[in-house]
């Protein structure tokens, strides 16, 4: 891994997406920070005035192909190769109830958290130097083995899919030597997580960074959390 990573962040406006560019900015990495609405990305608008040339802020909806291919297009342009993409962008509907859980829930949910992931780092993928980490970012409410109440179902089941490209990922991208990692990033004050969330974003992206940093190739296709416990599938 080179001493200046180059980095992809995806959902990188705000919640953990924010805190991973933060984080890799201050330790002096080059970002890309991509979101849906960069004219609305407030936070990202002002670091990039703080980090002249060391932090782009790109468009991509995960969610639409064309947004996808857009990037593709315009990823030479602001780099030259990536060591590091976060897939982090996902939704949680929140609220579903067994008798009422819409169809569309699942169709927007394995769209963002499982499909996304999935075709970004396809499309990535060419650009991914050998030694690059792909980290995508689960939850434990996507796996089985720790289903403990019915709860979240659409998010849950387009995170176990999600789960299921990791592992695809990681079959596809060995030979190159890329390391893909499912990981759990615990429960964090986010929009997403609620204020009575257990971590900081601070201390998840610490956590998470160090899982990341330390993982080798024998850790590719493994589901972590932030300690770099193993989590079950
Ligand atoms: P937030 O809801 O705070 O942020 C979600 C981010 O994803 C936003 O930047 C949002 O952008 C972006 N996003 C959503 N849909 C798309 C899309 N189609 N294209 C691009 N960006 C999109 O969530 P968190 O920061 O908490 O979550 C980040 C990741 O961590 C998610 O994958 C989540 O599932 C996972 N996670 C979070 C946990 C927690 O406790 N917080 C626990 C376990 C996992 P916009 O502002 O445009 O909506």
């Not at 789960?163 to 964090?188: F, I, Q, S």
Request: charged share 20%; with cysteine; aromatic share 4%.
């Amino acid at each position: 891994m080179p001493a200046q990573r180059r980095c992809l962040v995806t959902g990188a406006n705000r919640g953990l997406g924010l805190g991973f560019v933060r984080h890799l900015l201050a330790r002096g990495d080059a970002v890309i920070a991509t979101c849906r609405h960069p004219g609305r990305a407030t936070a990202l608008n002002a670091l990039t005035d703080e980090h002249p040339g060391r932090l782009h802020v790109v468009p991509l909806d995960v969610g639409d192909p064309r947004s996808i291919d857009a990037l593709v297009h315009e990823l030479p342009l602001v780099t030259d190769g990536l060591d590091l993409l976060v897939n982090n962008a996902g939704i949680l509907h929140a609220g579903e109830r067994f008798g009422t859980v819409p169809a569309g829930h699942f169709d927007d949910s394995l769209r963002t958290n499982a499909t996304g992931p999935f075709l970004v780092t396809q499309a990535l993928a060419p650009h991914l130097a050998p030694g690059a980490r792909v980290a995508n970012i689960s939850s434990s409410l996507g796996s089985t083995g720790e289903l403990d109440a019915f709860r979240t179902p659409t998010y849950a089941v387009s995170k176990a899919a999600q789960n299921m490209v990791t592992a695809l990922l990681a079959k596809a991208l060995a030979a190159r030597e890329v390391v893909v990692l499912a990981l759990n990033p615990g429960w964090v004050r986010t929009d997403m997580g609620g204020g009575s969330a257990e971590h900081s974003i601070d201390e998840a992206i610490e956590a998470l960074m160090h899982v990341i940093d330390t993982a080798t190739p024998a850790d590719n296709g493994r589901f972590l959390d932030w300690r770099g416990n193993a989590v079950p599938w």
